[in-house]
């Protein structure tokens, strides 16, 4: 069975401090992808980035970047000198490659309130 | 740009009333997919469809069905709508093929059952 968990439920930060959004996942498969969503106030996700298993390079976008180990099933997301903009729930997903089976398993989610 | 859109962003329904949840896309995915997302528990997959007429159960089927008779439609049937199942749904595509494609949702629709 597959799993995802974001063990923060909210965070606050205040604006320009940079903060780290905790992923682990588990899985039994050798083959998977892990993915990070944004879900603003307005309610639609917005897809972050992908990440297949067997690509473990680190990945940096602006003031995003994640770090992705499989030694310990994670897959962290961090947000550089925060903005107000930044503030939503982020999410945390796995999927698996099967047979024409594209599912995701998401996390709980982590709200982020970044304040001003 | 991807556009999936949902045909209402809040409903009202009664319980035990028939509801429909319509949701469209414009870029040709194969794959379409009904979530539903509740405060503390993420989002739950509800059923999803590889191709016209196809559909498979995820996580939550029950109390829902689906239908597909169109590539760009795909749309969530609650048969006798209950209050428990008040929530926000959320469509979303995505291609089918060799690899894993990220997945576009849509609005939302937030339901409520009274």
């Known amino acids: 069975a597959q799993k995802v968990t974001q063990a923060q439920t909210e965070i606050s930060v205040v604006e320009k401090e940079d903060v780290t959004l905790d992923c682990v996942y588990e899985t039994r498969d050798t083959t998977y992808y892990l993915f990070w969503y944004k879900q603003p106030p307005s309610g639609e996700l917005v897809f972050l980035i992908r990440?297949?298993?067997?690509?473990?390079q680190n990945e940096i976008s602006g003031r995003y970047s994640w770090n992705f180990q499989k030694s310990t099933s994670s897959f962290n997301f961090t947000i550089t000198a925060s903005q107000v903009v930044d503030s939503a729930v982020y999410f945390c997903a796995l999927m698996f490659s099967g047979a024409g089976s594209y599912q995701l398993t998401f996390g709980k989610g982590t709200k982020l309130s970044v304040i001003p | 740009d991807v556009k999936v859109t949902q045909s209402s962003r809040y409903l009202v329904k009664r319980t035990g009333e028939k509801v429909f949840l319509e949701c469209v896309q414009d870029m040709d995915h194969e794959n379409m997919f009904w979530y539903r997302q509740d405060p503390g528990l993420g989002l739950r997959l509800i059923y999803f469809?590889?191709?016209?007429?196809?559909?498979e159960k995820g996580d939550i089927p029950e109390g829902y069905s689906v239908s597909r008779e169109k590539k760009e439609r795909f749309s969530l049937i609650l048969e006798s709508a209950s209050t428990n199942q008040t929530s926000m749904y959320l469509c979303?595509?995505?291609?089918?093929?060799?690899?894993?494609?990220?997945?576009?949702f849509g609005p939302g629709t937030r339901l409520t059952v009274t």
């Open positions: 979303a595509s995505s291609l089918r093929g060799t690899r894993a494609y990220e997945q576009y």
């Open positions: 990440r297949n298993s067997f690509d473990e």
């Open positions: 469809s590889y191709d016209v007429k196809m559909k």
